[in-house]
């Protein structure tokens, strides 16, 4: 059997993407709850969520997540009502472990990765992935970062 390196490359950033929601899951949490929620997009409708955040004027973040071949939702939910602020801080502080825990997956890995907030953003208000807080991370393997010399 012989693999393109097309074919290789698709299947090996949807295994990260895979990594990296599992590395979200199993990062530390505040008090032991665990309120962290998961989505990987691909194909249509990781282009849907492009489209929309082009339409909420995040025109370079939208060309970003169209030219990225996986994009990685990660969400927190508060509970309602939030019963105590410091409830309420530590689950933010759970997204930014899982966030961080996620990115680090796809970095050892060597796929590039951006966290934005703009792509959960538009995730949100698509209905995609139902959290109270959501930051998206697209994955690209092309031979150049595609993060790095953004256009404004």
């Given at each position: 059997m012989i693999i393109d390196s097309e074919t290789?490359?698709?299947?090996?950033?949807?295994?990260?993407?895979?990594?990296?929601?599992?590395?979200?899951?199993?990062?530390?949490?505040?008090?032991?709850?665990?309120n962290i929620k998961t989505l990987i997009l691909v194909e249509e409708d990781k282009d849907k969520l492009a489209d929309t955040m082009e339409k909420m004027g995040r025109t370079r973040d939208s060309k970003n997540v169209k030219d990225a071949g996986v994009v990685v939702l990660i969400g927190v939910d508060f509970g309602s009502p939030v019963e105590e602020w410091i409830n309420f801080r530590g689950k933010l502080i759970d997204l930014g472990i899982a966030l961080g825990s996620a990115v680090r997956t796809a970095s050892e890995l060597n796929v590039d990765n951006r966290i934005m907030y703009s792509v959960g953003s538009a995730a949100m208000r698509m209905g995609i992935m139902k959290s109270d807080e959501v930051l998206g991370i697209p994955l690209s393997t092309k031979g150049k970062n595609i993060f790095f010399d953004r256009k404004t």
């Open positions: 290789a490359e698709r299947e090996a950033i949807l295994d990260v993407a895979r990594l990296m929601v599992t590395s979200a899951r199993t990062a530390p949490k505040a008090r032991g709850e665990d």
